[in-house]
């Protein structure tokens, strides 16, 4: 949360010319739906079992596309196996510069009462879900301390991360 993946995703696909699917939208439109309304309607549990449908069709595209899972997902053992499919890259940072980037909106049901602890109780629970699915991990923090355009270079090192990933699989078949 707070990372930037729907951003990022959107400029990554546009660069690698691919549709990009950010998995709460999608899953919004599938049900007529937002993630809040999921939670205040059906409950967690509820939610995360149509985040799950809704990654594994994501997945099960034809074409090739960018997608941005929601935070939550890698809660779910299912989840994080159907993630084995596909190229995964963590867009990781520190839980304060997360915390500071996050403001309370209606689609972030979890952190409603105290952002920053929440932030960092999320990141805390599931670094290492996050880290056992990730083929790569982008520290965001350090980019946008640098750069005056911090999307544009964190959507380059993604691209260059999926071309580097796809050239070598080109090269071993």
Do not use: C
């Not at 950010?22 to 509820?46: H, K, P, Q, Y």
């Not at 941005?68 to 190229?87: F, H, K, Q, S, T």
């Amino acid at each position: 949360m707070g990372s930037g993946k729907t951003t990022v995703g959107r400029r990554v696909a546009r660069r690698l010319d691919r549709p990009f699917r950010d998995a709460d939208e999608e899953l919004e439109a599938r049900s007529g739906r937002t993630v809040r309304e999921w939670f205040e309607l059906e409950g967690e549990v509820a939610f995360r079992d149509a985040e799950a449908a809704t990654l594994a069709a994501l997945l099960d595209s034809e074409e090739p596309l960018v997608i941005a899972a929601g935070g939550g997902v890698v809660i779910r053992p299912e989840n994080r196996a159907a993630l084995a499919r596909a190229l995964v890259v963590w867009l990781d940072g520190d839980p304060a510069f997360l915390a500071s980037r996050v403001a309370q909106r209606e689609h972030r049901p979890l952190i409603d009462d105290d952002p920053s602890a929440a932030i960092h109780r999320l990141h805390a629970e599931r670094a290492d879900w996050y880290r056992a699915v990730a083929d790569e991990v982008v520290e965001i923090t350090p980019v946008h301390l640098a750069s005056d355009k911090p999307k544009r270079d964190l959507a380059d090192i993604v691209v260059g991360l999926v071309r580097t990933r796809e050239a070598a699989a080109g090269s071993a078949r």
